[in-house]
């Protein structure tokens, strides 16, 4: 088939008719399908389920230190679990604290923090006329909302698939002393499925921000979260990088185990300097006695180690792999050469970024939504919620079975179809 | 024996010499008890080891409502957790937002919201140039730790066996408007384990702040934390009351299961008003996707309702009740008379509450430590850690096992002899 835009009017308004009988098949059907979050599905929640059987009444809870996981103490986490987070990290389990369930509550937490008590020592961020952040767009929606609540401004980067276009990160953070810090996902990014390149990372590193209380909010929610075992993406640890470039406290790296074991029932932790840490446990050791030392003992009993942990990361990807491919094949099949959409096609993490004409977002979603399929808002990957191209959407493949995802994603590419001719026709 | 105070200087000195052969003695056992913390011991720890058995790999983690407990959602928390949090709290679940494992941690986060975000509309408190609390003393040294964290003055109130001395709290409340809240432990308190008399409460629901963002910080920690079947203390359920009164929205109230379950791993809520928990909503969706809900349904599954509660807390009582027996029959054993220290006798919680002559709690603590026993340091009662008087020890019995809390018990009275002799001779 011809690219629409080389149709004349007549052409399209013929092809647009037949699309259109089309969607109303779709929407006769009664669909309730749900693409829209980063959600495991059901299949991927059972490969977890013997992790319920690890601690049981006979059970000891007494860790290798001798703590006994029961009762209050801890404020940093368990060794044992610092040891498994941190060969997930690939960072020294010196320089972990655990938390609780959710990193996102910890990447909350830090900028609470830097809110009311500033960043070693520097002028709390509330005291300031102005704060900003650099967010690289399209990102994910949870981070932007994050700042956007404390009123930092928000300060849009272009992604590319190296990564944040870091000529301009460089020029903007060495330049605005009120840029306090920058929303990273370096690997398989939200929603791209980007990871960043080498040379991505050793610039990062080497950042000379103007302001000394700036800090990378690297959010490593993705590093073991691979779909394919032979193509798997690699970046270079942020922490070490920044320690041999003279900068060790430049980075805040989370991450969790939410996509591994139970989302909402997992344990997050955070990675930083020795400086950085100490920093953070002077609110620490205000905020909390300690968290979920049971929860860190269960999971260390599940995986024993990060070789376990590793292998069921292969279950998961048997799981969501045939979806990614299922949607990419369709997508393949219904846009190809058609020159109304481009998607990207990860190795990992749990999202394909799609990018229609530009003005086309919104309006696909809400097609969608009206024939019964849930898509991402549009809009949602950028700050403020809004795309300036209105063309961006995150397609989160995981969570329907993979018979109702091929529907969604057949519906989706009808859709994309529709309104990319409607505005054809609509400027000729 | 006669009173230390009546005695001459020669009588005195001759009882001092006796005290510190024994003392002696004890410092030759090489001791290391600790009475500090408010720890369940490992026997209670035992009670809940069954709720291990709940959720295993071939049980169903659905909730009542349809929810996979295991997968992302549920933003406040799932139902049947809420009306056996509920039902302990004796709140409508309606009223509550479950958290973590953490009331602390609920206690920091909403004193942090109200600093950066301020509380129902009204200015951040990081936006004031001064923001005071009423802090009754003694109190929890982890409430003043909070506050004094946020750089929040402290001031303290007297407390009566009644609670906070209201005549106090309504003056300044009603006319500093920079007094944003007040530290509660309405029942079995700590450090003392009084309980609010019902007129306490009665005039805490009336209050008439000068500030419009006042709140009551209500911790509920010991609810249903009893020591005996037939003396049990009841409050008046505060958010009633403030209804009531025409303050709905004046009061946060905090509990959890920590001292319950297991410390560290068990269910935190917070119950207010309707207005209050949409103010906190608006917080909450920005910094979580949800608590740990296989944790929630894990707690419900064991108690079945709030009876199972009640009935496992009378095993709680069976295990710790003799030893605040132990401790009070040995204070009364070695000090009744003297007239150099007093003490309370709680129907519940977790504390004991000693008050030496003035000025010698410090030393009494000191000498304690150095023959190998803990106690909380002197002054961790009151705001940062001064206790004007230099008298108050919070005796925390429930951690060590029974014959080792009589050799702590003891030796603090010894010390507690000592101290107050060498005291009363200096003065003479």
């Avoid at 299949?43 to 059970?59: I, K, N, R």
């Avoid at 990102?139 to 909302?145: E, I, V, W």
């Amino acid at each position: 088939m011809k690219q629409y835009s080389e149709m004349d009017k007549k052409e399209m308004k013929k092809e647009l008719e037949a699309l259109r009988l089309e969607y109303d098949k779709y929407q006769n059907m009664g669909l309730n399908l749900d693409m829209s979050r980063g959600k495991p599905c059901k299949e991927q929640l059972d490969l977890s389920m013997e992790m319920m059987d690890t601690l049981y009444s006979g059970a000891d809870l007494t860790c290798e230190d001798g703590t006994d996981c029961r009762n209050y103490g801890g404020l940093t986490g368990i060794r044992e679990c610092k040891v498994l987070m941190g060969d997930m990290m690939e960072n020294n389990p010196d320089n972990i604290i655990l938390y609780g369930n959710s990193s996102l509550n910890v990447m909350y937490d830090s900028i609470s923090r830097a809110m009311t008590h500033g960043i070693m020592g520097h002028t709390p961020w509330c005291k300031l006329d102005h704060v900003k952040f650099l967010c690289p767009a399209p990102g994910y929606d949870r981070h932007f909302k994050i700042t956007e609540y404390f009123g930092i401004e928000m300060i849009p980067v272009k992604m590319t698939p190296e990564g944040p276009d870091m000529d301009e990160v460089e020029k903007l953070v060495s330049t605005d002393e009120a840029i306090k810090g920058i929303w990273c996902v370096p690997k398989y990014s939200n929603p791209q499925g980007y990871s960043y390149s080498d040379a991505t990372v050793r610039r990062f590193a080497r950042l000379k921000p103007a302001a000394k209380d700036f800090r990378i909010f690297w959010d490593n929610a993705y590093c073991i979260h691979h779909l394919y075992d032979d193509n798997q993406d690699h970046i270079i640890e942020i922490l070490a990088e920044c320690k041999k470039a003279g900068n060790p406290d430049l980075v805040y790296k989370f991450a969790s185990t939410s996509k591994i074991t139970f989302p909402g029932s997992g344990i997050a932790a955070l990675a930083s300097s020795l400086n950085n840490l100490e920093d953070i446990k002077t609110q620490l050791k205000n905020q909390t006695i300690g968290h979920d030392k049971v929860n860190q003992l269960r999971h260390v009993r599940f995986f024993k180690d990060i070789h376990g942990m590793v292998e069921h990361m292969r279950k998961h990807a048997d799981v969501i792999r045939p979806k990614f491919e299922a949607v990419e094949e369709i997508f393949k099949k219904n846009l190809s050469g058609l020159g109304i959409g481009e998607w990207t096609k990860p190795n990992g993490g749990y999202f394909i970024s799609f990018d229609t004409l530009p003005g086309c977002a919104k309006e696909v979603v809400a097609r969608a939504k009206k024939a019964g399929v849930t898509m991402t808002g549009a809009g949602a990957t950028w700050p403020y919620g809004k795309d300036p191209q209105d063309s961006n959407i995150r397609v989160a493949p995981t969570y329907p079975s993979l018979a109702d995802l091929k529907v969604a994603a057949e519906l989706f590419t009808l859709c994309v179809r529709i309104v990319s001719l409607e505005k054809l026709i609509e400027g000729k």
